[in-house]
């Protein structure tokens, strides 16, 4: 091939190239258009659904509670010292911040943790 038919080559591959491009770019309007109006035919869905409504809706008290610490680690408030230490190594090993999680998770977990280990009625 020679150095001619290279560069007309190379200036073909690049008109398909710009056209194509102009194409797609023409077409995202449609495509835009087309999303929306699939996304107002989807049924509607509350977090309720999608969440779940085990899981307390609400944040911290400024004081830890026996309600607040069994909510955390997801027992009962009258649950014995083998369900607390069994709840807490399953909520900490999926919040460990060595892992990815929050510290300051980690650290409310240990103290519902602590609180319900030393207060129990």
Same mark, same amino acid.
């Given at each position: 091939?020679?150095?001619?038919?290279?560069?007309? @080559?190379?200036? #073909?591959?690049?008109?398909? #190239?710009? /056209?194509?491009? !102009?194409y797609v770019l023409r077409q995202m309007p449609n495509v835009a258009k087309? =999303?929306?109006?699939?996304? $107002?035919? =989807?049924?509607?869905?509350?977090?309720?659904?999608?969440?779940?409504?085990?899981?307390? $809706?609400?944040? /911290?008290?400024?004081? =830890?509670?026996? !309600?607040?610490? @069994? #909510?955390? #680690?997801?027992?009962?408030?009258?649950?014995? $010292?083998?369900?607390?230490?069994?709840? /807490?190594?399953?909520?900490?090993?999926v919040n460990h911040p060595d892992r990815g999680g929050s510290p300051y998770l980690a650290a409310k977990i240990n103290e519902a943790k602590d609180?319900?280990?030393?207060?129990?009625?």
């Open positions: 091939m020679s150095k001619a038919s290279s560069v007309i @080559a190379a200036g #073909l591959g690049l008109a398909v #190239l710009g /056209f194509g491009g !102009r087309t =999303m929306q109006e699939a996304m $107002k035919a =989807m049924p509607k869905i509350d977090a309720e659904t999608v969440v779940g409504s085990k899981y307390y $809706k609400g944040g /911290f008290d400024p004081k =830890m509670s026996r !309600r607040e610490a @069994a #909510l955390i #680690l997801g027992i009962s408030p009258t649950s014995n $010292k083998t369900k607390i230490k069994d709840a /807490f190594k399953k909520v900490m090993s609180y319900l280990e030393n207060n129990k009625s």
